[in-house]
């Protein structure tokens, strides 16, 4: 059963316009919630997170909002860039340490120029 | 230079061989973490360390040991491939703080024939 979820395989979006990819997650414990970029041959690298007390945390063009009462987690780039091509996952950490984080299958995100 | 690598890149192996895939961190991270990808599936956490000697299971451990002698290396062994265990395994580190990021190292792709 997953704890957490992207249901949108992939994304394409136009350069210059927004970009928002979404996640959903089911257990209310958990505490952080992180956004990881992954380019291929690379490892992923952290984008964004935000914790459970706040609903939104901006970091230039990427903002993260959380509504805990959906269970759901979005990032938003605006605006899109060419390099924002890759593949995003959402992960999400319980109140218990850093060894409970828990990725989503992950949304590949083409921008077109 | 400071970070994380995997080694190696990329392996083949037959089945029922024994192969050890190699982590070496440079930051003194008190945490490290293997996980493996795959299509569907995300990122899937194999084990994890949270210091040198302590180790423990993570959602998919069958078929995996680990050890951690030394705070900076943390090699994962499969005691005898199987095709299942095709993936791209990538290792990780962070530091103990609850939200720290992960740091991913660049991934060792294994194919088990």
Known sequence: DQQVKQNSPSLSVQEGRISILNCDYTNSMFD???????????????LIS?????????DGRFTVFLNKSAKH?????????????????????SNFGNEKLTFGT???LTIIP | ???????????????????????????????????RQDLGHGLRLIYYSAAADITDKGEVPDG??????????FPLTLE????????????????????????????????VT
């Open chain 1, 73 to 93: 987690l979005s990032l938003h780039i605006v605006p899109s860039q060419p390099g924002d091509s890759a593949v995003y996952f959402c992960a999400v950490l």
């Open chain 1, 50 to 58: 935000i914790s459970s007390i706040k609903d939104k945390n901006e």
């Open chain 2, 1 to 35: 230079d400071a970070g994380i690598t995997q080694s190696p890149r990329y392996k083949i192996t037959e089945t029922g061989r024994q192969v050890t895939l190699m982590c070496h961190q440079t930051w003194s991270h008190s945490y490290m973490f293997w996980y």
């Open chain 2, 64 to 73: 995996y040991v680990v050890s951690r002698s030394k705070t900076e290396n």
């Open chain 1, 106 to 108: 992950g949304t590949r």
């Open chain 1, 32 to 46: 952080y919630f992180l956004w990881y970029k992954k380019y291929p041959a690379e490892g992923p690298t952290f």
């Open chain 2, 80 to 111: 005898s491939a199987t095709r299942s265990q095709t993936s791209v395994y990538f290792c990780a580190s962070s530091e103990s703080e609850q939200g720290s990021p992960l740091h991913f190292g660049n991934g060792t792709r294994l194919t």
